[in-house]
């Protein structure tokens, strides 16, 4: 086995380790903090003349303040099926129609909920970190089986611990991203 294919197999390693943090960071988006945001909503499919559609392409969803989203249908009649589909994803929010946009009040989190959602931040944090170590594990067979082919074992030993280094890399990420989304849960 050559540099080469030992080369590739890093450059694998750190995809899926990024592609890891990509998913933590897509997951931690989705936890409410207490602020409107129009993530929240994002992940809403709406019954859209018979097809399953995201909210953001029969609506524009915006921020009025802090605690409140406006939900702006581009047809009117879409007001009964996006309520319809909000009220479906159990968010945990009431949406309030006035004929011609949607609000929706974010209520403030209860200490409790915050406690919730942190475990569930740390969760997801936790989910990210057994990625790194299966990825970890997969490359550290391959370089021992390269150096049973014949890859010296002084360089498989130094691959070995550039892995190692990059699983830390992307474990401490990993850990900012969560203390991060633990800091915007816990704050009033």
């Not at 953001?56 to 009025?64: D, K, L, R, T, Y």
């Amino acid at each position: 086995m050559d540099d080469e294919i030992i080369d590739e197999l890093f450059m694998e390693a750190d995809e899926h380790m990024n592609n890891a943090i990509d998913h933590l960071k897509e997951e931690l988006v989705k936890i409410r903090t207490g602020k409107a945001s129009p993530v929240l909503v994002s992940g809403i499919k709406v019954d859209y003349y018979g097809a399953p559609t995201p909210l953001s392409q029969v609506a524009n969803v915006g921020v009025a303040d802090a605690k409140t989203l406006t939900i702006q249908p581009w047809e009117k009649t879409m007001l009964s099926p996006i309520e319809q589909a909000i009220f479906a994803a159990n968010l945990g929010i009431t949406p309030m129609n006035d004929g011609e946009t949607i609000r929706i009040n974010i209520p403030p989190l209860t200490e409790d909920r915050r406690k919730d959602l942190v475990k569930h931040a740390k969760s997801e944090g936790e989910k990210a970190k057994v990625s790194l170590r299966n990825t970890r594990q997969k490359a550290m067979k391959a370089i021992k089986q390269a150096v049973k082919d014949g890859y010296p074992e002084d360089m498989g030993k130094k691959k070995e611990d550039e892995i190692g280094k990059m699983v830390k890399k992307h474990e401490d990420q990993i850990e900012a991203l969560v203390k991060s989304k633990e800091n915007d849960i816990m704050t009033i």
